[in-house]
C-alpha cells in the first residue's frame, strides 16, 4: 500500500504530464521545469558548474563529499525534455547518500541534437572524469528515464571502444525500447499517471531523427549484447508502462552473465525516486540505489 505522503505527491501532479504528447517542444520543456525544478535541494547542497570534456555541467557535493569517488548522472526527459535545473535536487540526494560528488551532465537534447549526440556527450563526461583523476574503479553511472538509458548505452559505447568501464551502473524507471514493444506499454497505459506511450514513441521519433532505427543499440539498450557490462541496478515501478523494458533487459543481461539487480517496486509510478525526502518510498529507493552503487565502489 503506498503511503500518504506518496499518494499525496500523486494528485498533485496531477495530469501535469511532462510526456504528453502532441505539444510545442518548447512547453514541454516549460513545462518539466516548473514541475521538477522546484524540488528543494537537500540543506548544504553545493553546485558547481562546470565544463565536462565540453559539456555543461555542474559538480554536487556537500563540504564532506569524498572527491576520490564519482557518480555521472544522466537526466531523464525523454531525450528532449530535462537538465541539470530539473535533476539538480535528486542529484543532490544521490550526492549525500553516496558520501561522493555527483556530476550531473546537461547533454544535448533532440529534435535540436538527435541521436548519436547525447551518448557522444555522455562520453565525453567519462573521459573528463579519467582525465581528472578519479579511476573508473571509482566511478560510476546513474540515470532515470531516457537518463537510464542514456546510462546503458553508454556502457555500450565505452565497451566497444576499448575504453575502461565504471565499477557500477544504475538506472531508475530506465526507457531502454524506443520501439515501444513491451506488453506493459499498453497493460500498463490505464494505470500510469505520468508516462502515455503515444508522448513517448513521439520523443523517440525526435531523437532517432532521420539516420538511428528504434533498435539501434545506442538508442534502444534493449537490442545490444550486453555481454561484459559492469553489475547493473534496474528500479522500477509496477505501475509503469516502462516496466517491461527493464524486465526484459534483466533477463537478457543475466542470460549475457551481467551481475544484475532488478528491482520491481509495487505501486511505484515513473521515477517516483523525484518525489523528495519526505516520501518514503522515494526516499528508501534513493538509499538502495546509493548501497548498491558504494557496494561496488573500490574503497582502495
Known amino acids: 500500500m503506498p503511503s500518504p505522503e506518496f499518494t499525496a ?28 525544478g522546484a ?11 562546470i565544463s565536462a570534456g565540453g559539456v555543461p555541467a555542474e559538480w554536487i557535493s556537500f563540504t564532506d563529499s569524498d572527491t576520490s569517488r564519482a557518480l555521472l548522472y544522466l537526466h531523464g526527459g525523454g531525450y528532449v525534455i530535462g537538465s541539470i535545473a530539473t535533476h539538480r535536487a535528486l542529484a543532490g540526494r544521490l550526492a549525500r547518500e553516496l558520501g561522493c560528488r555527483v556530476l550531473i551532465l ?11 549526440a547525447a551518448v557522444e ?44 568501464l565504471p565499477a ?8 531502454l525500447d524506443l520501439a515501444g514493444t513491451g506488453p506493459s506499454n499498453t497493460e500498463q497505459a490505464a494505470v500510469d499517471p505520468v508516462v502515455t506511450m503515444e508522448g513517448l514513441l513521439e520523443m523517440a521519433g525526435w531523437y532517432l531523427g532521420e539516420q538511428a532505427a528504434s533498435d539501434t543499440p545506442t538508442a534502444s539498450p534493449l537490442y545490444a549484447d550486453p555481454s ?31 551481475s544484475v ?13 523525484a518525489f523528495g525526502d519526505d ?11 546509493a548501497q548498491f552503487l558504494n557496494k561496488h565502489v573500490s574503497t582502495s
Open 9 to 36: 505527491v500523486l494528485a498533485l501532479m496531477g495530469a501535469a504530464s511532462p510526456f504528453a504528447p502532441g505539444a510545442e517542444v518548447s512547453v514541454l520543456r516549460e513545462g518539466m521545469e516548473a514541475m521538477m
Open 39 to 49: 524540488m528543494p535541494a537537500p540543506a548544504g547542497m553545493k553546485a558547481e558548474p
Open 106 to 116: 546537461d547533454y544535448r537534447l533532440a529534435p535540436e541534437n538527435p541521436h548519436p
Open 121 to 164: 556527450d555522455a562520453l565525453a563526461a567519462c573521459r573528463f572524469l579519467r582525465d581528472s583523476g578519479i579511476a573508473p574503479d571509482k566511478t560510476v553511472i546513474a540515470g532515470d528515464s531516457a537518463g537510464g538509458g542514456l546510462t546503458v548505452a553508454t556502457l555500450l559505447a565505452l565497451r566497444d571502444a576499448g575504453e575502461p
Open 168 to 175: 557500477a551502473a544504475a538506472g531508475l524507471s530506465a526507457w
Open 228 to 258: 561484459g557490462l559492469p553489475p547493473l541496478l534496474l528500479q522500477v515501478g509496477e505501475a509503469e508502462v516502462l516496466r517491461d523494458d527493464s524486465t526484459r533487459f534483466a533477463a537478457k543481461a543475466k542470460e549475457a552473465g551481467v
Open 261 to 273: 539487480q532488478l528491482e520491481v517496486w509495487p505501486d511505484m509510478v515513473h521515477v517516483w525516486h
Open 279 to 289: 516520501v518514503p518510498e522515494s526516499r528508501d529507493a534513493v538509499a538502495g540505489l
